[in-house]
Structures are given as C-alpha cells and as structure tokens.
C-alpha cells in the first residue's frame, strides 16, 4: 500500500524526522488560510504540491494546460491562485502515463532555503533478507539512473534486523554523504529516526529524495526530509489500523481493488492474454514465456498458495472485467495447493460467468489426475497443457487465430 507524501510526512514527524512545517487541505480557501498561518510563522517561502500517487509532480502538466504540479511562492494569494488551477484537475507526469490522476488534494508548506539535494532510502534487501540503508550525493533525481550511470555514488549500509541501527552506522552513512561538523549529528538523527520509522511502521520501502541541507535566516544548516515517499507490507497492515486509514482508493485500479477484498494480488498490464497462477515468482514466469511465444500478458494475478474455489471464481470474473481479454491462461503448481480445488472452482467459475473465451489450463503437483479429471469431465471447452511452454503456446496461437478470423470477418461484412 502506497500512501501520499503528507502522510508519510505526519509519520516521520511522530518518529521524529525533521520535516518542512505545513499541510494538508482541498479548498483554494483552506490553501490561503495555512499559507497566511506559515507567512505569520515566519516563512519566507512557500509551496503548493499536488498530492498525488505518482512522481515527477514538478515537471508534470494539467489537461487544462497549466504547466506544473508543485510551485513555490512568496504569496499567499499566489498560493491561493496555484491551488484553483490545480484542483480538481488531472495531472500527467512521466509516472502516470497519458491518462494522469486527479488532483483532490494538496500540500501546502514552509520551503526552506536548500544549499543541497541528497538522497536517501530505508528498503528490505531481498537478496540478503535485511534491511538495506542507502544513500547518495545526487538527490532530487532518478536513483535508477545514478545506479546505471554513476553506481560509485550510492552508500549502502546492510542491518542487523535483530539488532537495528547502529548509531555508528548512521554517522558512517552521513560521513559518506560529505557531511562534517553539526550536519554530521543533524543527519544521524534523521538516519536513526527515518530507519525507526521504517521499522515500526512494517513499511517495505521509505524514500526521501531530497533530503536536504537546508540553511535558516541566522546561516544556521541543519538536514531536513524535503520530500517523502513511503509504500508498506500489505500483509503487516493489520497491525496498523492508523496506516490503512491512509488508504486512497482513488489512487488504486478499480481492478486491484476488488481483487485485494479477495486477498488476490493482481496488476493490469496493456496485453490480451489474461493468468491466473499460483506464486508470484510462477506468475512472472509464466508472462515471460507468454511474451516468449509473442504473446502479451494482460496482468500480473497471484491467487497465492493455498487459494479456494471462491478465490479464483472472483479471480475469473476479474480477469473478465477487463475488455482487452482474449484469452486466459491458467498454470497452477500444487505444492500446498490442491490441484482439484483449483479445478473445482475454474469449472465454477467458466460456468457462472458464461466464458466464451479460449482457456487453457495447465496442472500439476498435488492432486493433479483429480484435478484433470474434473476438467475433462465438465464437458466445457477446456485446452489442457502438459508443460508451461505448452499451455502458453496453446493459448497463444488460440488467441491469434481467434484475432484473424474477426479481422476476416471484418473484411468480409466491409
């Protein structure tokens, strides 16, 4: 789950990481009322941010032709203005594709002088099974690009998870980032409180990019989260009722929505060939041999290890709720799973919804002849696969024949 920058802001100020003072509102009345509040605080500068789940705000542009989803100002009337032109207006970004999302909400906030942009990330490192702290000198851009073009750049700092961070570990991460004097102890703080916060939250990523080194009227410097960009462990929400009040269904697919009420992890993708697999590591395999044979996977749909026939009766019609389906591929391997429930309930399910789709399954593992027999005993139209490159060649060549007979009877009505 993915939440927007204000929020994960108000978590890393109960955790302690210092953050630009403002908030959040969805009136241009609201926007002027915390702007006038911050001018009297004493803030020199301000920003506007739209709200939304997606980066490059700033470079962004509205349908309507504004240019711009974050700006800065000295004015609370140009604050005002900014957020009229802003609400309830769509925002493409680089991050949204050419449909982009709407603005219902925005941050208004304190902008600090800036005297340098860095980066920094608490993330799980999978390869190793321990959280990963990393760092780097170039912030305020794409971290995949300094990884591609300038890998020297990036600091990064394995933890003990039974252990935790270190604080001579946080001064090692902020030596690194070229910060000496006070800004050494300013930036430990926010390392051990950022890394803190990551941990009590069960969040899978936090990312502030920038993190900067700011400078107050005195000439005073001190480290600062600029930015904020947190995303969390599904499957630890439970624990954290305050974290899935965050949740913007207006930022999710309506798809993926209804497949989380299932505890089905799903993803929409741009082909017509549509999975249903069991794992996650099969279900990428399984759009990889797709593309393989020169098909397109329409999605990404894990309906784990051990799903009912409830599960994938919702999976199936899922699936079918999206129109650029042609056809669907089933590959199932029965570890826990049962073989013959997960056949039960695609017998259930292509009989409920009336599928006139081409459908090919392929089984094995646990269970499976019991399995098999229930699909050849349904009397539907169901193509076995002995092998995943079967199944995927099947479906897909079932799929392109089914395309050259429409477009052939296009042709012939023209």
């Not at 920094?120 to 999978?126: E, K």
């Not at 209804?258 to 929409?268: P, V």
């Not at 591929?329 to 409920?352: R, Y």
Request: glycine residues 10%.
């Amino acid at each position: 789950m993915n939440i927007h920058e204000y929020q994960a802001k108000q978590l890393f100020k109960q955790f302690g990481v210092a953050v630009p003072e403002g908030d959040p509102c969805d009136t241009p009345e609201e926007a002027r009322a915390i702007a006038d509040r911050l001018v009297a605080g004493g803030s020199e500068m301000l920003v506007v941010k739209s709200q939304i789940h997606a980066g490059g705000r700033g470079k962004g542009t509205f349908k309507s032709g504004f240019q711009g989803g974050v700006k800065l100002s000295k004015s609370p009337d140009e604050i005002e203005d900014y957020a009229r032109k802003m609400l309830g207006e769509v925002l493409v970004t680089k991050q949204t594709g050419e449909d982009g999302r709407l603005v219902s909400k925005l941050l208004v906030a304190d902008a600090p002088e800036i005297k340098k942009e860095l980066y920094f990330a608490v993330m799980l490192d999978r390869g190793t099974s321990q959280p990963l702290v990393m760092a780097s000198t170039e912030g305020g851009v794409d971290i995949e690009e300094v990884a591609e073009s300038t890998p020297e750049k990036i600091v990064k700092e394995w933890i003990d998870p039974a252990r935790g961070l270190y604080p001579y570990q946080a001064r090692k991460v902020a030596a690194a980032l070229g910060l000496g004097g006070k800004l050494i102890n300013s930036a430990s703080k926010l390392i051990m409180a950022t890394y803190k916060t990551w941990w009590e939250c069960d969040a899978s990523m936090v990312e502030i990019n920038p993190l900067c080194i700011i400078e107050d009227s005195d000439g005073n410097q001190s480290i600062m989260a600029v930015d904020a960009k947190m995303s969390f462990d599904d499957n630890a929400l439970y624990r954290h009722q305050d974290i899935q009040d965050m949740r913007d269904l207006a930022e999710e697919a309506e798809l993926e929505i209804e497949a989380s009420k299932f505890d089905l992890n799903y993803i929409k993708l741009d082909g017509n060939i549509a999975c249903l697999v069991n794992g996650a590591g099969l279900a990428m395999a399984t759009m990889d041999i797709i593309k393989h044979f020169g098909g397109e996977p329409a999605n990404f749909l894990d309906v784990g290890g051990g799903a009912s026939k409830e599960q994938v009766a919702a999976a199936f019609k899922i699936i079918l709720s999206d129109p650029n389906v042609e056809g669907i591929l089933v590959n199932i391997f029965g570890g826990i799973m049962d073989c013959n429930v997960i056949a039960t309930g695609i017998v259930a399910a292509v009989k409920e919804t009336g599928l006139k789709l081409p459908l090919v399954v392929r089984l094995e593992g646990n269970n499976v002849e019991a399995g098999k027999q229930t699909l050849s005993e349904s009397g539907l139209t169901i193509v076995t696969g002995e092998s995943m490159a079967d199944a995927a060649q099947k479906i897909v060549a079932k799929v392109a024949a089914d395309s050259g007979e429409e477009a052939a009877d296009e042709e012939a009505g023209e």
